[in-house]
């Protein structure tokens, strides 16, 4: 069989024939007597041994030892394809997400792009205050995809540069759907970051999913949200911020929010109910006691007052004088209201 047919029916091109014998892949059987080339039925075979081969990604060259070396085994050969070709994704699929997030910045101009470009490089850097620098300047500058800054975020490990990137990240009005992704995330360090990045933005959809957060399995998570959640009126995340309390977990920020919360009346009577509920429990430590105390004194109403009463009596001597110093000071108040 002449090249030409050959190349017609193995779909490989003449030239490339050509070059197969060059490098010592394929040698034809012989030659026509006008000097052709001819090929047999095994060189035919040996042809579509070489196509299948270099189909899996294989170098000419390591096609050649694969079919001449007898002692060629093709385990450690293939384990190494493995490894490259995963390389080979990852490296497309890093490029796949510079190129979407370049779409995503909608650049008017190649000026834009390569604005862009340099931010998501810089939000790379080894040096964190190029990273912080790369943060604060992608909202007055280019502006910065969120899906980036949202990975940024997640991943940052100096607090320096992830304050910088929740502060751009609630400047530019997205990105709370894959935070909602990140609290749901198996490692605990990243459910914190996307909490604590969810508690710096004000909009609606951030307060239902802090208030969804205050059910999370995660401790962590459960208080940033019921502080943020308190301090914004949130009436759900009082048994979470009492819980707080009595375990001295950011006590005194979840009293603060209790405190604001009991503006409402009705809501004061709840809170006082749950830390008087606390403080009836026998287990608790004194130092649990002295801080529920303290934070009994911040919240008015009927319900309070009694329960700082009967706490002037308590065994623990804190306890007794926090309790009656609050009481000194709310009949000095109501003393001092206009008739």
Not at 287 to 298: E, F, V, Y
Request: charge should be negative; include cysteine.
């Amino acid at each position: 069989m002449l090249i030409g047919e050959v190349a017609r029916r193995s779909g490989v091109s003449a030239r490339m024939l050509r070059h197969y014998e060059r490098l010592g892949l394929l040698r034809p059987t012989g030659r026509t007597t006008g000097g052709y080339r001819e090929y047999s039925g095994e060189d035919i075979r040996r042809i579509f041994h070489v196509e299948s081969l270099r189909s899996l990604g294989l170098s000419l060259r390591e096609v050649g030892r694969a079919l001449d070396d007898p002692g060629f085994t093709p385990a450690k050969l293939v384990d190494d394809l493995v490894v490259r070709t995963r390389e080979r994704i990852a490296s497309e699929t890093e490029l796949l997400t510079r190129l979407t997030r370049i779409g995503a910045a909608q650049p008017a101009d190649w000026e834009d792009v390569l604005g862009t470009v340099a931010l998501l490089h810089a939000l790379g850097s080894e040096s964190a205050g190029k990273r912080q620098s790369a943060a604060l300047s992608s909202a007055a500058e280019v502006p910065m995809p969120v899906e980036a800054l949202v990975e940024a975020l997640l991943s940052e490990t100096d607090p320096n540069v992830s304050g910088a990137l929740r502060w751009a990240l609630a400047r530019s009005g997205g990105g709370l759907e894959l935070l909602a992704e990140g609290l749901g995330s198996p490692r605990a360090e990243v459910r914190e970051r996307a909490v604590r990045a969810v508690t710096e933005m004000t909009d609606a959809a951030a307060t239902a999913l802090l208030r969804d957060a205050l059910t999370h399995c995660d401790p962590v998570v459960r208080g940033h949200a019921a502080v943020a959640a308190g301090t914004r009126g949130v009436a759900e995340a009082v048994p979470a911020l009492v819980d707080m309390v009595v375990e001295a977990t950011n006590d005194v920020d979840a009293a603060d929010a209790l405190s604001g919360l009991a503006r409402d009346p009705g809501t004061a009577e709840r809170i006082a109910a749950g830390l008087v509920d606390r403080l009836a429990d026998g287990r608790i430590d004194v130092p649990a006691r002295r801080r529920l105390t303290q934070a009994l004194a911040d919240i008015p109403g009927p319900t309070a007052s009694r329960a700082l009463a009967e706490l002037t009596y308590d065994t623990d001597r804190a306890v007794a004088l926090t309790a009656t110093y609050v009481l000194r000071l709310r009949d000095t108040r109501r003393t001092d209201l206009p008739d």
